[in-house]
């Protein structure tokens, strides 16, 4: 954009002080500055120890399983959400019924139970089989512990938790499309699911992925739960460490620093799915708009 | 004599006990414009909605080319028509809306290919040249890699008329497509529909522009209360009123 050009008349003024806003910047400032010193100068912190750990194998190996099952249980979690979200959307009451049943279910007990639940699912039902409902039928049968290790134990309670939640997200992103829009789709004959694979779902998309984007980061921290039931994701491998060199403190420093990273990392993907979404909402310079939308929970 | 295109028998319509239309009867011959006036909340719009369905009716019978709409009829036994089968009854029904209703994510020619590919069947190459074709007659042929948020108001609108053209539909309906324009932009609108209704498509455009529906209609209905008060040339509904209601309405809009 030019500069305007300056006229005789522009206002020249001595701006307004605001000296308070010095003061109180500087007070929180010298809060933080002394804490990180705090930290930086404690004794019973062994510096050496965090450096020694930050790169060793197993905490590498355990972020890459965090990643991986952030990742899975995220997908997951999505899909399942779209169709919860459609099943209580739908003018099926018992469709309706079902999918606020299993939100509130999931919602309704402990993320952590729910993990213990499926990681002890062997203590329940010692053995699982498919087949015939109330017939002798079996397709296949297995002992559970086989069927279902601890990670995939550790992925099906988190997507199933995480599913209940994001089914909001995307019915609140559903109900955010204009009316217009699935008139003006029926009125060139497009049908129900074409509508809403096409016209509805990626304009909900918008208003979805920043909060999934917040679900995303909660996931990527809740998968530390996944401790109780063995699963060699990050904090395991740190508490696995520092149970043999009593280091807790300095192991927790290091799975934190990791998680930090990971966390600030995820928000890149995040922004170029919001700019890919945002088409044709915002003209300006072809960026998505700034949404001041968040989710706050846990 | 043409053939019957709509064959509207008594229709009737309530939300509740709010009766919105109670027994419009009336007929449209191919080729033919017909321009529906009235106050609002007359029930003019919703009789539109009604011919493509987006409203069920109460009463009455809507007949689109020799087709009963949402219904097969055997006997005296109505059953409701399944809804891929409504979806097919509507691709011969064009409709314009009063706030455009682009697909807001698509650019122009996204917006009006999306149905002749995905509903219709045609090959990418088939819809691109069709879209571009109907961006020409509509008179935006540089627009079509334009998103509707970078369009005024009227270039949406004339977008919206290509994208319900591409279905090659037989019958256009207009819900007051120019309500919502700047002043100075509705010319443009109104030209291409002159242009439509040259080239022999039935539509029937529910309306404020009273210009219009002198110069380009076949017929004008006054519609008042949800029932036809007044029909005729344009000549005799809005130059020659026989009925008190209309003479009123008229007084307030000319």
Known sequence: MAEPSKSPDDIIAIPLRHPWRWVSGIIALVLLLSFIWALVSAKSIQHELVTKYLFDVRILQGMLMTLVVTMVCMFIAVILATILAIMKLSQNPLQRWLATGFIEFFRGTPLLLQIVFWGYLGIIFPELFLGIPFTDIIFFSGQTSDVIPAIVAGIIALSLNEAAYSAEIVRAGILAVDAGQVEAAKSLGMSGGYTMRKIVLPQAMRVIIPPIGNETIGMLKNTSLLQVIAVAELYTAASTISAQNLAQIELLVVSGFWYLIMTTVLGFPQRALERRYGRGFAVVGGRAAPRAFKVARR | ?254
């Open chain 2, 1 to 254: 004599m043409n053939k019957i295109m709509v064959d509207a028998r008594s229709v009737k319509k309530n939300y509740g006990t709010n009766q919105v239309l109670r027994g419009i009867s009336l007929t449209v011959t191919q080729g033919e414009v017909l321009c529906i006036i009235g106050p609002s909340g007359s029930g003019k719009s919703t009789f539109l909605r009604c011919l493509n369905h987006l409203e069920t009716v109460n009463g009455g019978r809507i007949y689109v080319n020799g087709e009963l709409m949402g219904y097969r009829e055997s006997g005296n036994v109505l059953h409701e028509m399944k809804p891929k089968e409504i979806a097919r009854q509507r691709q011969a029904i064009g409709m314009v809306f009063q706030r455009f209703n682009l697909f807001p994510h698509m650019t122009a020619l996204q917006n009006i290919i999306e149905a002749p590919m995905g509903v219709a069947g045609l090959s990418g190459e088939e819809a691109k040249e069709l879209g571009q074709s109907l961006l020409t007659q509509v008179g935006l042929a540089d627009k079509g890699e334009h998103y509707p948020a970078q369009l005024s108001g009227g270039q949406q609108q004339r977008v919206a008329i290509a994208r319900a053209l591409a279905m090659k539909p037989k019958l256009m309906l207009f819900d007051e497509p120019t309500s919502a324009l700047d002043p100075e932009l509705v010319g443009d609108v109104l030209d291409v529909m002159k242009g439509l209704a040259k080239a022999g498509m039935t539509m029937i455009v529910v309306t404020h522009e009273m210009g219009f529906a002198r110069e380009v209609a076949d017929k004008v209905v006054f519609i008042d209360k949800g029932q036809i008060v007044e029909m005729g040339t344009p000549k005799e509904v809005l130059d020659n009123p026989q009925e008190a209601r209309t003479k009123a309405f008229l007084n307030k809009v000319l």
